[in-house]
């Protein structure tokens, strides 16, 4: 089955961009995924294909218009998730991005200006989500985030089935650090247990480290991770939704 990205966007011209290239563009080529980019303004209907207007009751800027935007939305609703990235949403986790990436797609609403027309939020079936506490200039960005972390997800993308296994996020902790060739650099070492060649070693270092980090970098996951731990019955850790 492909997984069928379908972007609603002023700039049908950013897509697929970066996602063209590396492991997502390989996967496109193979077929592996598509990318609809779609021009919410081929919505409009008067002559100069108008798509915001000003802010009720005043204010800088403008606002994406309910009833063009719903008509963009309404031409391509197929039952696909519909998700509109908004610094209002909720926050992107692993987990929802997991989600997403288990079934057939997505349609992906990009904001512009001073966002949407809350009802198009109150009329359609709509995900509100953010990549994160911060403005970017469209939606476009987060969604090219939001796409590149589903489709590395898919099956024969990254390759073996497990190489996202340990990475930060998937069990609630960011991923320990890691080291390669040369031994030695400028006076810094691997450290010596990764060149002992003791898989068990190994393991409890690497989780150690994922755990001091994880305390110390994002106590947030750190807190989460401990309640998570401390409500499982039998003790033992369980994959969370945690923020990214």
Do not use: N
Request: charged share 25%; with cysteine; proline share 6%.
């Amino acid at each position: 089955m492909t997984f069928r990205a379908t972007i609603l966007t002023l700039y049908p011209a950013m897509f697929p961009g970066p996602l063209g290239l590396s492991l997502a563009g390989r996967a496109l080529d193979e077929g592996r995924w598509s990318c609809e980019p779609v021009d919410i303004r081929a919505s409009a209907t008067d002559r100069h294909h108008t798509v915001d207007g000003t802010p009720a009751g005043g204010g800088a800027g403008m606002v994406l218009r309910a009833d063009v935007t719903a008509a963009a939305l309404d031409a391509v609703a197929d039952g696909r998730p519909v998700l509109a990235m908004t610094p209002r949403g909720t926050p992107l986790t692993q987990a929802r991005v997991r989600g997403i990436a288990a079934g057939a797609g997505a349609i992906v609403l990009c904001g512009r200006f001073e966002g949407f027309d809350e009802r198009l939020f109150e009329a359609r079936r709509i995900e509100q989500v953010s990549i994160g506490d911060y403005i970017l200039s469209g939606g476009e960005a987060a969604a090219l985030v939001l796409l590149d972390a589903c489709v590395r997800l898919l099956p024969g993308v990254m390759g073996a089935a497990s190489s996202g296994d340990d990475e930060s996020f998937e069990t609630g902790l960011l991923e320990y650090p890691h080291y390669t060739r040369p031994v030695e650099w400028e006076g810094r070492t691997i450290p010596q247990v990764l060149r002992s060649g003791d898989h068990a070693r190994i393991a409890a270092w690497r989780q150690a480290t994922a755990e001091t980090d994880t305390r110390l970098r994002r106590p947030d996951l750190w807190e989460r991770h401990e309640g998570a731990r401390v409500r499982s019955p039998s003790g033992a850790r369980r994959d969370k939704d945690e923020t990214t």
